[in-house]
């Protein structure tokens, strides 16, 4: 099993970037895939949750409406795009991928949002 994330970088307030995260390894159609943030000094934050059919949650109201999660079931792909972020929104962004007995987690990409 394999998670690899991408896309992260240093924005400016207000700025937009567009997390990807393709995975190998397991039927990864069937898997219930999530976007987790760990901010410095924090512990991790469930940023969204993807069922299998593509259905989003987001956990958190502080990005609600600005960040979009999706899922490409063809081409093995999470997607997380964040529009007008926020210096809060800095964290460490990982995916994870939960197909049971299987919890997997890629290594994090780092999204800065500094002026």
């Known amino acids: 099993v394999q998670l690899v994330e991408s896309g992260g970088g240093v924005v400016r307030p207000g700025g937009s970037l567009r997390l990807s995260c393709v995975a190998s390894?397991?039927?990864?159609?069937?898997?219930?895939i999530s976007w987790v943030r760990r901010a410095p000094g924090k512990g991790p934050e469930r940023v969204s949750r993807?069922?299998?059919?593509?259905?989003?949650?987001y956990s958190t109201n502080f990005v609600r409406g600005r960040f979009t999660a999706s899922r490409d079931n063809d081409k093995n792909t999470l997607y997380l795009q964040m529009n007008s972020l926020k210096p809060e929104d800095t964290a460490v962004y990982y995916c994870?991928?939960?197909?049971?007995?299987?919890?997997?987690w890629g290594q994090g990409t780092q999204v800065t949002v500094s002026s």
């Open positions: 390894g397991f039927d990864f159609k069937s898997a219930t």
């Open positions: 994870n991928a939960r197909l049971f007995p299987s919890n997997s």
């Open positions: 993807l069922s299998p059919s593509g259905g989003a949650t």
